[in-house]
């Protein structure tokens, strides 16, 4: 017997590129746009939908209760068809909330075995799938 | 220290199972997986490292995945995790670099859909399986994004729709 440990779900969609830009269709991201001084492709700052407040938690500045789940959905155009050249994805959470120190953002780094950021879009992939959850 | 609130949005766990090659070198779902009725090498497929699963219809309306899955809200979120091999390069380790899942596209565009396509490269890139000195299965779960009132304040861990006993 092992002891449960309950993880509420605050996030989960797909990241795409249409026209170029990042699009999040899904729940409990209000906006994503390409990483301000990052790299030109591949890097994504994610801003939390903050919803009703008080419906699903907190985030504590430095994010230490949140697990992420991070998945590239493979392009019928990779190498391999079905795969991907993306080899390492990064997750980091950013901005403290001016008003209660809480994170309001998360940055997301796609690369490929270079290693170089590359967009989920074409040969790359299309798409990836993203989950942000908080452990209790 | 302050925090902020963000809003809750369930996800329901639709099939969980480990997969891995058997002797005879067909993928296998290993005993305790649930959600997945079957599992073999994608037909036109990479050699190895590639495999279409098929989804366990299970109750009729119980949760399923959407046909417009590229773009639905509610679509499949999936979480792939290799299992290390103890004679990788370095034991506990894996080959496998790369890991992605697509979702095959049903005949009937109103259907659901129901196979999952997942696709395992090495970093050649070249499919590889999950088995010897590349890794020692995979585990694979899968989840439907959206499958609830996404401002309910609750845990959606477990099935959504519990089963009735009869007496």
Same mark, same amino acid.
């Given at each position: 017997?092992?002891?449960?440990?309950?993880?509420?779900?605050?996030?989960?969609?797909?990241?795409?590129i249409?026209?170029?830009?990042?699009?999040?269709?899904?729940?409990?991201?209000?906006?994503?746009?390409?990483?301000?001084?990052? $790299? $030109? #492709?591949?890097?994504?700052?994610?801003?939390?939908?903050?919803?009703?407040?008080?419906? $699903?938690?907190?985030?504590? #500045?430095? $994010?230490?209760?949140?697990?992420?789940?991070?998945?590239?959905?493979?392009?019928?155009? #990779?190498?391999?068809?079905?795969?991907?050249?993306?080899?390492?994805?990064g997750?980091?959470?950013?901005?403290?909330?001016?008003?209660?120190?809480?994170?309001?953002?998360?940055?997301?780094?796609?690369?490929n #075995?270079?290693?170089?950021?590359?967009?989920?879009?074409?040969a790359?992939?299309?798409?990836?799938?993203?989950?942000?959850?908080?452990?209790? | 220290?302050?925090?902020?609130? @963000?809003?809750? =949005?369930?996800?329901?766990?639709?099939?969980?199972?480990?997969?891995?090659?058997?002797?005879g070198?067909?993928?296998? *779902?290993?005993?305790?997986? @649930?959600?997945? +009725?079957?599992?073999?090498? =994608?037909?036109?497929?990479?050699?190895?490292?590639?495999?279409?699963?098929?989804?366990?219809?299970?109750?009729?309306?119980?949760?399923s995945?959407?046909?417009?899955?590229? +773009?639905?809200?509610?679509?499949?979120?999936?979480?792939?995790?290799?299992?290390?091999?103890?004679?990788?390069?370095?034991?506990?380790? =894996? +080959?496998?670099?790369?890991?992605?899942? +697509? @979702?095959?596209?049903?005949?009937?565009p109103?259907?659901?859909?129901?196979?999952?396509? *997942?696709?395992?490269?090495?970093?050649?890139?070249?499919?590889?399986?999950?088995?010897?000195?590349?890794?020692?299965g995979?585990?694979?779960?899968? *989840?439907?994004?959206?499958?609830?009132?996404?401002?309910?304040?609750?845990?959606?861990?477990?099935?959504l @729709?519990?089963?009735?006993?009869?007496?």
């Open positions: 017997m092992y002891d449960a440990t309950p993880l509420q779900p605050i996030v989960q969609g797909l990241l795409t249409v026209g170029g830009a990042p699009v999040f269709t899904g729940k409990g991201v209000s906006a994503v746009v390409r990483t301000a001084g990052g $790299a $030109a #492709a591949g890097d994504f700052t994610f801003t939390l939908d903050p919803g009703v407040p008080g419906n $699903a938690g907190e985030v504590a #500045a430095g $994010a230490p209760d949140i697990r992420s789940l991070v998945t590239v959905r493979g392009s019928a155009t #990779a190498t391999i068809a079905g795969g991907s050249s993306i080899t390492a994805t997750i980091t959470y950013t901005t403290p909330s001016a008003t209660d120190g809480g994170d309001t953002q998360f940055r997301l780094v796609l690369t #075995a270079t290693p170089a950021g590359v967009d989920p879009s074409g790359n992939a299309s798409g990836v799938e993203i989950a942000l959850f908080r452990g209790f | 220290m302050g925090r902020a609130n @963000y809003q809750a =949005t369930p996800i329901q766990p639709i099939a969980h199972a480990l997969i891995e090659i058997s002797e070198g067909a993928p296998v *779902l290993v005993a305790g997986s @649930y959600g997945f +009725s079957a599992i073999a090498r =994608t037909v036109g497929g990479a050699g190895a490292g590639d495999f279409t699963l098929t989804l366990d219809p299970g109750v009729p309306g119980a949760v995945l959407p046909s417009d899955i590229g +773009s639905a809200e509610d679509a499949g979120r999936a979480l792939v995790q290799v299992r290390g091999s103890a004679t990788a390069t370095i034991p506990g380790g =894996t +080959s496998i670099v790369t890991k992605n899942v +697509s @979702y095959v596209a049903p005949a009937n109103n259907a659901g859909v129901t196979q999952v396509r *997942l696709v395992l490269a090495n970093a050649t890139p070249a499919g590889v399986d999950p088995s010897g000195a590349n890794a020692s995979v585990e694979l779960i899968l *989840l439907r994004g959206g499958a609830g009132n996404p401002n309910a304040n609750i845990q959606v861990i477990g099935p @729709y519990q089963p009735v006993e009869v007496l």
